[in-house]
């Protein structure tokens, strides 16, 4: 059996440059948009000033260009502070929050790139959880299930396909998904997800 596709996270050149590429809104005219533009844009619930929204993405960019986690959360919540009537547990929680959902979308973009370029021979494509008890039932009742790479149920379901998902998708080679169990379309589950939330990497 061979070794299944392996995405390297940091640093990824891919993932900042799509935080970097994303035009900056504030909150009125962001919630205007059609969901599949919101993608497209960067906002930050509260923030209406398009210099600070910029000094923020910047800063989200910089977790895939080599930053550590903490050094970027620091920088957020520090733009953040003012927002938040310089309460600074507060300021670090939005801060965490605005990274999760910005980063991950990144890191699942440039995945999703590399991902594509290598499907002719690892044109299968894995669900997989961090497989801790914060993975919700919707999300855990997908882990380890296994669908061709053009299946259209990943438009819906690639992660993080909800607000809060840490789940990822890997590749896999004919033979590991043949001895895996490869399912059908059909047979999948279909966990809803919030209205709110819409994201397809593609």
């Known amino acids: 059996m061979t070794t299944r596709l392996s995405i390297e996270t940091f640093p990824n050149k891919a993932a900042a440059d799509y935080i970097r590429g994303k035009a900056v809104a504030d909150p009125k005219n962001f919630g205007a948009l059609p969901n599949q533009l919101k993608q497209?844009?960067?906002?930050?619930a509260g923030i209406e000033q398009l210099d600070v929204l910029k000094r923020i993405r910047k800063a989200i960019a910089k977790l895939p260009e080599g930053a550590s986690w903490d050094e970027?959360?620091?920088e957020i919540a520090a733009e953040m502070s003012t927002y938040t009537g310089g309460?600074?547990?507060?300021?670090?929680?939005r801060a965490e929050h605005t990274?999760?959902?910005q980063g991950f979308q990144a890191y699942a973009v440039a995945r999703h790139q590399?991902?594509?370029a290598t499907?002719?021979?690892?044109?299968?494509w894995m669900y997989e959880t961090v497989g801790d008890n914060r993975v919700r039932a919707g999300h855990a009742a997908l882990d380890g299930k296994v669908l061709r790479a053009d299946d259209?149920?990943?438009k819906t379901h690639y992660p993080p396909w909800d607000w809060g998902c840490r789940c990822i998708v890997e590749s896999?080679?004919?033979?590991?998904a043949q001895a895996i169990g490869i399912s059908k379309s059909g047979d999948m589950p279909w966990p809803e997800h919030s209205d709110s939330y819409s994201f397809n990497p593609s």
């Open 152 to 154: 259209p149920w990943w």
């Open 99 to 101: 990274l999760r959902i």
């Open 72 to 74: 970027a959360k620091k």
């Open 114 to 116: 590399q991902q594509m």
């Open 119 to 124: 499907i002719g021979s690892h044109p299968y």
């Open 40 to 44: 497209r844009a960067f906002a930050v």
């Open 87 to 93: 309460d600074m547990k507060a300021a670090r929680a």
């Open 172 to 176: 896999l080679d004919e033979e590991d």
